[in-house]
C-alpha cells in the first residue's frame, strides 16, 4: 500500500502550517492557484484539480478519485500531538515521527478490516482514556481523515459543508468499523476565523441545508446538538451522530 499524505486547502497560499506539522506532504489546490501557492511554498508537491471542483467534500471526492490510499489533513495544521503524555512531557511530534504514524496507522486499519481511519478529534490530555488507545467505532474528524482502496465510501459531489459527518455515517452504513488511534491527535490554528479554505461556503443557510440533507439519508443517527454545562453551541443547525455501533 502507497499512502499519499495531502495536504487540502484553498487560497491560503501564505499561511500553510502543515507542512511543517507532517514531513513529505502535498499540497492539493485549485488549476489557477498553481503560481501563487508554488511561490509561497517552494519545493512543496503540488496537486491541481480543475477549477470546477468547488467545495471541500467534491475536492476530497476528486482526491480519492487519483489517490485512493490517502490521508487527508487541513493546511492549518501546526502539529502532531501525543495525547497520552502527563503534564510537563513533551507532547509535540517532531514531523518525521509525525509521518510514521500516520502510515503505520494506515497499515494498522487495513490488517483490522477498516476503510476509515484516524486519531484522536483533540489534543487536550484529558480526552484520552488510557483504557481505550485505539477505538473501531464512532465519528471521524474531517480535518485529518485516512480511506483505504476498496471501500464503498464516496463524498457527493454537490455537498459544500459536513463531510465528515457524511462519510462517518457512509462508514458505519457499510462498513461498521473504523480505525482510529486516540493517543494522537493533531492541532489546529484559527479553523473557523481564518480566511480561504472552507470559510467561503460556511454560512448559517448552508449548515441548515447540510442538516437537512444529512437527516434525509441517515435519519435519526443525525440530531441536533444541544448546550450543555460544559460547551454551548456555536448555532442552531450544529450536529451530532448518535450511531448504533
Given at each position: 500500500?502507497?499512502?499519499k499524505i495531502i495536504i487540502?486547502?484553498?487560497?491560503r497560499a501564505d499561511r500553510?502550517?502543515?507542512?511543517?506539522?507532517?514531513?513529505g506532504?502535498?499540497?492539493?489546490?485549485?488549476?489557477?492557484q498553481?503560481?501563487d501557492?508554488?511561490?509561497h511554498?517552494?519545493?512543496v508537491e503540488?496537486?491541481?484539480?480543475?477549477?470546477?471542483?468547488?467545495g471541500?467534500?467534491?475536492?476530497r471526492?476528486?482526491?480519492?478519485?487519483?489517490?485512493?490510499d490517502?490521508f487527508?489533513?487541513d493546511?492549518d495544521?501546526k502539529?502532531?500531538?501525543?495525547?497520552?503524555k502527563?503534564?510537563?512531557?513533551k507532547?509535540k511530534?517532531?514531523?518525521k515521527?509525525?509521518?510514521e504514524?500516520?502510515?503505520s496507522?494506515a497499515?494498522?486499519?487495513r490488517?483490522?478490516?477498516?476503510?476509515?481511519?484516524?486519531f484522536?478529534?483533540?489534543?487536550?490530555p484529558t480526552?484520552y482514556?488510557?483504557?481505550?488507545p485505539i477505538s473501531?467505532?464512532?465519528?471521524m474528524i474531517?480535518?485529518?481523515?485516512?480511506i483505504?482502496?476498496?471501500?464503498?465510501l464516496?463524498?457527493?459531489?454537490?455537498m459544500?459543508l459536513c463531510?465528515d459527518?457524511?462519510i462517518?455515517?457512509l462508514?458505519?452504513?457499510?462498513?461498521?468499523?473504523?480505525?482510529?488511534d486516540l493517543?494522537f491527535s493533531f492541532v489546529?490554528v484559527?479553523?473557523?476565523?481564518n480566511?480561504?479554505?472552507q470559510?467561503?461556503?460556511?454560512?448559517i443557510?448552508?449548515?441548515e441545508?447540510?442538516?437537512?440533507?444529512l437527516?434525509?439519508?441517515f435519519?435519526?443517527?443525525?440530531?441536533l446538538k444541544k448546550?450543555t454545562g460544559l460547551a454551548?453551541r456555536?448555532?442552531?443547525w450544529q450536529?451530532?451522530?448518535?450511531?448504533?455501533?
Open positions: 500500500m502507497e499512502l487540502v486547502s484553498h487560497k500553510v502550517l502543515t507542512t511543517k506539522a507532517v514531513e506532504c502535498a499540497i492539493c489546490i485549485p488549476e489557477s498553481r503560481e501557492y508554488a511561490r511554498n517552494p519545493g503540488l496537486i491541481c484539480h480543475p477549477d470546477s471542483v468547488i471541500l467534500p467534491a475536492k471526492q476528486w482526491i480519492l478519485d487519483h489517490y485512493p490517502v487527508m489533513l493546511d495544521i502539529e502532531m500531538r501525543a495525547v497520552y502527563r503534564a510537563g512531557e507532547a511530534i517532531d514531523s515521527l509525525a509521518r504514524i500516520i502510515i496507522t497499515h494498522a486499519a490488517q483490522a478490516g477498516a476503510y476509515l481511519f484516524g484522536n478529534q483533540s489534543a487536550i480526552a482514556n488510557g483504557l481505550q473501531l467505532t464512532g465519528y474531517e480535518g485529518w481523515i485516512g483505504l482502496s476498496g471501500s464503498k464516496f463524498y457527493p459531489r454537490d459544500r463531510g459527518f457524511w462517518s455515517c462508514n458505519a452504513y457499510h462498513h461498521r468499523i473504523c480505525y482510529k493517543r489546529p484559527n479553523t473557523f476565523k480566511q480561504g479554505g470559510s467561503e461556503f460556511r454560512n443557510e448552508a449548515e441545508k447540510a442538516y437537512h440533507f437527516k434525509d439519508h435519519g435519526d443517527v443525525v440530531q448546550d454551548k456555536k448555532h442552531q450536529k451530532t451522530l448518535k450511531l448504533p455501533f
